[in-house]
C-alpha cells in the first residue's frame, strides 16, 4: 500500500523559509515522478515542483524558481521541499504526489497535470503572513 506523510508545514512571516518533507512507502521509490503540489482556497491545485526519483531534471513552477528547492534522501525515502523568500501568495495546503511506473522523461510535464498522479499525501498547510 503506498503511503505519503507530509510534514513541517507552518505559519511564517514574509521573507521566511520552511522544509516540508513527504515520507513515502510501499513502492519502489527509486523509480516514481514526485511531486510538490499546492493548493488555496478558491484556487486550482497547482504543481509545484516535480522530480524523478532516479535521477535526471527537477521541474519547477515559474512562481517558485530561484526560491524553492527539491531535494531527496534515498535512504529515507523522504522527499523535501525547501522553501526560502516565502510570499504571501504561497499561502496553500502543499501535498506530496508520487507516480509509479512511467518514464522519467514524463515527470516535467506533470508538474502541469496533477491527475496524472496517482498517490497524494494529506497535505499540510503553509501560511505566510505579510
Known amino acids: 500500500q503506498v503511503q505519503l506523510v507530509e510534514s513541517g508545514g507552518g505559519s511564517v512571516q514574509a521573507g521566511g523559509s520552511l522544509r516540508l518533507s513527504c515520507a513515502a512507502s510501499g513502492y519502489t521509490y527509486s523509480s516514481a515522478c514526485m511531486g510538490w503540489f499546492r493548493q488555496a482556497p478558491g484556487k486550482e491545485r497547482e504543481g509545484v515542483a516535480t522530480?524523478?526519483?532516479?535521477?535526471?531534471?527537477?521541474y519547477y513552477a515559474d512562481s517558485v524558481k530561484g526560491r524553492f528547492t527539491i531535494s531527496q534522501d534515498n535512504a529515507k525515502n523522504t522527499v523535501y521541499l525547501q522553501m526560502n523568500s516565502l510570499k504571501p501568495e504561497d499561502t496553500a495546503m502543499y501535498y506530496c504526489?508520487?507516480?509509479?511506473?512511467?518514464?522519467?522523461?514524463?515527470?516535467?510535464?506533470?508538474?502541469?497535470?496533477?491527475?496524472?498522479?496517482?498517490?497524494w499525501g494529506q497535505g499540510t498547510q503553509v501560511t505566510v503572513s505579510s
Open positions: 522530480f524523478y526519483t532516479g535521477g535526471k531534471s527537477t
Open positions: 504526489a508520487a507516480e509509479v511506473g512511467g518514464p522519467w522523461y514524463a515527470c516535467g510535464a506533470r508538474l502541469y497535470s496533477p491527475a496524472d498522479f496517482g498517490y
